[in-house]
Nanobody, 124 residues
């Protein structure tokens, strides 16, 4: 049984930082492209970042480029989303996801497995 478990969300002031983690089990983690998506109330789920199997390629939504960094540790079956310079508009539930598709994954329908989500709230 595949499980993706996010952690690290919370309340942070504008300009602050958080690091989200996604611990995977039940799959060969190193053979999956990983992605992060987010969904704010009343809005559609949107792409945030993606990283390929070995971590050699990454890509980001324009709204987070230069502030967020996606990484992975295949030995720990975990990927991460480091979020710096957070803004109120970053407030959302953040989801990690895994796909066996080769290459970067920009679309939610590409993904085979999803975590339950972790809430990130940016507010003073």
């Amino acid at each position: 049984q595949v499980q993706l478990v996010e952690s690290g969300g919370g309340l942070v002031q504008p300009g602050g930082s958080l690091r989200l983690s996604c611990a995977a089990s039940g799959l060969t983690f190193s053979r999956y492209t990983m992605g992060w998506f987010r969904q704010a109330p009343g809005q559609e789920r949107e792409f945030v970042a993606t990283i390929t199997w070995g971590g050699g390629s990454t890509s980001y939504a324009d709204s987070v480029k230069g502030r967020f960094t996606i990484s992975r540790d295949n030995a720990k079956n975990t990927d991460y989303l480091q979020m710096n310079s957070l803004k109120p508009e970053d407030t959302a539930v953040y989801y990690c996801a895994a796909t066996k598709d080769y290459g970067l994954g920009y679309n939610f329908y590409q993904y085979d497995y999803w975590g339950q989500g972790t809430q990130v709230t940016v507010s003073s």
